[in-house]
Structures are given as C-alpha cells and as structure tokens.
C-alpha cells in the first residue's frame, strides 16, 4: 500500500499569504488528487490529475509534482480557502492523506 | 444535475449488519464506477472498494474484504454497501462517490454507529 504523507498537519495563513501544501508518496504514482472539506461537508474534488483545477475552484489554487512528490499551493490566501485538503493517489488500494487543516490567521 | 443521495443514519448492535444506499441521479448509471469512502476522526479517509455500475464487478481494498459487500440495482440506479459483524470500529461516516478520474461527486454521507 502506498502511504501518503501530508505536511503541514496544520497550519495558519494570513490573507493575501501564499500556502504551499505537500503530499509525499512512499512509491512513485502518476497523478495525484486532492480534495477540499469543510466541517460538516463531504469533501469536493480540487485538483486532479495533479494540476488540473475541479470546476468552480479559484484559479488562485494551483497543483504540481511527480513521482513521488506533489503539492498544492494557494496564491494569496482568502478566508474561503480554510478548509482541510486531502490528497489521493488511485494505485491499488486507493489511499488518502491524512488531511491539513489550513485555518485562516 | 448529478447526485448521490445515501440514506439515513445508522445506529446498529456489535455484531448486526447494516446496509447503506446510495441513489444517483443526472447522468446515466451506469456509465460510472461508484466507490465507497469510510471516514473516521482518527483514521481519515480510507478507501474500501468500488463497483462497476454497469457488470456489477467489484474491487476491493483488502482491508475490508469480509466486511464490506458492494452491489448495485440498474433499475433504480442504486448502489449499495452491506456491511456485517459490526464492532465499535466501523462506527464512521460511509460515503459514496462517483468515479470520473477523480472522485467527482459524493454523497452526503451517512453515519453509522455501532453500540449497544
């Protein structure tokens, strides 16, 4: 099984900050997905396919990596985007991070 | 529009059965994989399976062989997760998600809860 790695576990941004997310694969895959969930929601879809942003997400997100490394990054943070971020690879068996919770400073 | 709507909470005896539904809607049913996401405070997401909507095939995360049994009905476009010989650790929420690459629409989910 491959384990995914999320850091931070969590962490504070301020408006207008810029947030870097990483997701680390202890074996290579070829995409990562990651998901966005609020409290009391199910998750929505972000990016997928590494980079490509879900309908209705702010071009503000944005997706990169390969191999064994990806990560999500946020440019200039908005109060909508607290929230936790999951990341999710389809190599059998599917497996999620762990989730980091992003709150808003 | 798409849709998954999954029935209601559960609260179910160590040892029972439980089976949870998920009714799709807005697009054809069978034309997508319908996966099955378990997600407790401490353990995050877990993927358990997921069924092909149209042959019935299923794909299952060994982990949860034995415990969970996925099937559909066409006719009413209705996925289905039974999940037997509960114990406190299946106490969940269970969701539903429709695969298109990406998990691209899910259920609301459904709490089940296993007490006595």
């Known amino acids: 099984e491959i384990v995914l790695t999320q850091s931070p576990t969590t962490m504070t941004a301020s408006p207008g900050e810029k947030v870097t997310i990483t997701c680390r694969a202890s074996s290579s895959v070829s995409y990562m997905h990651w998901y966005q969930q609020k409290p009391g929601a199910s998750p929505k879809p972000w990016i997928y396919?590494?980079?490509k942003l879900a309908s209705g997400v702010p071009d503000r997100f944005s997706g990169s990596g390969s191999g064994t490394s990806y990560s999500l990054t946020i440019n200039n943070m908005e109060a909508e985007d607290a929230a936790t971020y999951y990341c999710q690879q389809w190599n059998y068996p599917s497996t999620f991070g762990a989730g980091t919770k992003l709150e808003l400073k | 529009q798409v849709q998954l709507q999954q029935s209601g909470a559960e609260l179910a005896k160590p040892g029972s059965s439980v089976k949870i539904s998920c009714k799709a809607s807005?697009?054809?049913?069978?034309?997508?994989?319908i996966s099955w996401i378990k997600q407790t405070t401490g353990q995050g997401l877990e993927y358990i399976g997921y069924?092909?909507?149209?042959?019935?095939?299923?794909n299952y995360n060994e982990k949860f062989k034995g415990k969970a049994t996925l099937t559909v009905d066409k006719s009413s476009s209705t996925a289905f997760m039974q999940l037997s010989s509960l114990t406190p650790d299946d106490s969940a929420v269970y969701y539903c998600a429709r695969i298109r690459g990406t998990l691209d629409y899910w259920g609301q989910g459904v709490m089940v809860t296993v007490s006595s």
């Open positions: 807005g697009y054809t049913f069978t034309s997508y994989y």
């Open positions: 069924i092909n909507t149209g042959s019935g095939g299923t």
């Open positions: 396919e590494t980079s």
